[in-house]
């Protein structure tokens, strides 16, 4: 019969696509957790993986698999943190999502107040851009997002969380750090450095362009770099200027690595929004982290 460990092991697999990071995670090892998918692949009498390719990508009976393994590994969770809230521990594991700019902050801070608080708690944070992390919690693979956009989609909820701005920075070095504003029409002669186009920055930048009459091709993109890390680097290497959420260059701001340049007649202002699905009950410690994250969110 199918076993708890098993569906977290192949979950897992799953996600980080390789069996060796997987093994890390779990505190495994390697070979046990290959004899832990045989035997599920058994239990159903098919392949769940392939495993031929660079990367471990599940079959299509494996997707069904996933699906479902996800909902009973957040009902078990439920059940056993709702046993020992009961018996008046305060235990379990916590994973949550957060996009790129709540990622650098204050998503670790606060995560790292709460687990001195609670040191029993296991604590898990998944990193994607916006629509990969609402996309987690849709799916039940995280409880809690913290994202830069929203979606329309009954099964989930967003609550307001915090104010953020996008600015548009470049390096000390590069020569539009000169210049402390530039016009809007100015900033389609920007070579700029994009996020991915699920990235919430992309989404809300698309979106205050078109107050302006403005789309993406008016402006001089010279390439596109998945998530703000990336983008960061290639800013601060001098390749040209991005505009990004303020939320993850705290640091590079007040060092006077990045220069940041106001953008005339451009509203960059926006929300970070906590993400959750209707559809799941929360657990217990993932309530209080809730609690936690709304009544320390200015840490």
């Given at each position: 019969?199918?076993?708890?460990?098993?569906?977290?092991?192949?979950?897992?697999?799953?996600?980080?696509?390789?069996?060796?990071?997987?093994?890390?995670?779990?505190?495994?090892?390697?070979?046990?957790?290959?004899?832990?998918?045989?035997?599920?692949?058994?239990?159903?009498?098919?392949?769940?993986?392939?495993?031929?390719?660079?990367?471990?990508?599940?079959?299509?009976?494996?997707?069904?698999?996933?699906?479902?393994?996800?909902?009973?590994?957040?009902?078990?969770e439920k059940t056993r943190q709702a046993v020992f809230s009961n018996r008046g521990n305060f235990t379990g594991s916590l994973t949550i999502g957060a996009s790129s700019g709540p990622a650098d902050y204050p998503i670790p801070i606060l995560l790292g107040e709460f687990k001195m608080e609670h040191p029993e708690c296991i604590i898990n944070l998944q990193v994607g851009d916006s629509s990969e992390i609402i996309d987690k919690v849709f799916n039940q693979s995280v409880e809690l997002g913290f994202v830069g956009t929203k979606r329309r989609d009954g099964n989930l909820y967003f609550e307001s969380y915090l104010e953020d701005k996008l600015v548009l920075v470049s390096a000390q070095s590069h020569p539009l750090a000169q210049k402390k504003r530039i016009s809007f029409q100015e900033l389609r002669k920007i070579p700029l450095i994009m996020q991915q186009p699920g990235s919430g920055a992309t989404i809300n930048l698309r979106e205050a362009l078109a107050t302006g009459g403005l789309t993406f091709s008016d402006l001089n993109i010279l390439m596109e770099l998945g998530l703000q890390d990336s983008v960061k680097s290639a800013v601060l290497a001098g390749y040209g200027a991005a505009i990004i959420s303020s939320l993850g260059i705290k640091k590079e701001i007040e060092s006077g690595l990045l220069q940041e340049i106001e953008v005339e007649g451009l509203d960059l202002y926006r929300k970070i929004f906590i993400c959750y699905n209707r559809m799941l009950p929360l657990t217990n410690i993932t309530k209080e982290f809730l609690a936690f994250a709304i009544r320390n969110k200015d840490l």
């Open positions: 019969m199918t076993r708890i460990d098993q569906l977290l092991s192949f979950c897992t697999v799953v996600e980080l696509k390789s069996f060796s990071l997987s093994a890390d995670r779990l505190g495994i090892t390697q070979p046990t957790i290959s004899l832990q998918i045989k035997a599920l692949e058994g239990e159903f009498g098919t392949e769940l993986l392939h495993r031929e390719s660079h990367h471990i990508l599940p079959t299509d009976e494996g997707k069904i698999v996933y699906e479902n393994s996800l909902k009973i590994l957040a009902l078990y």
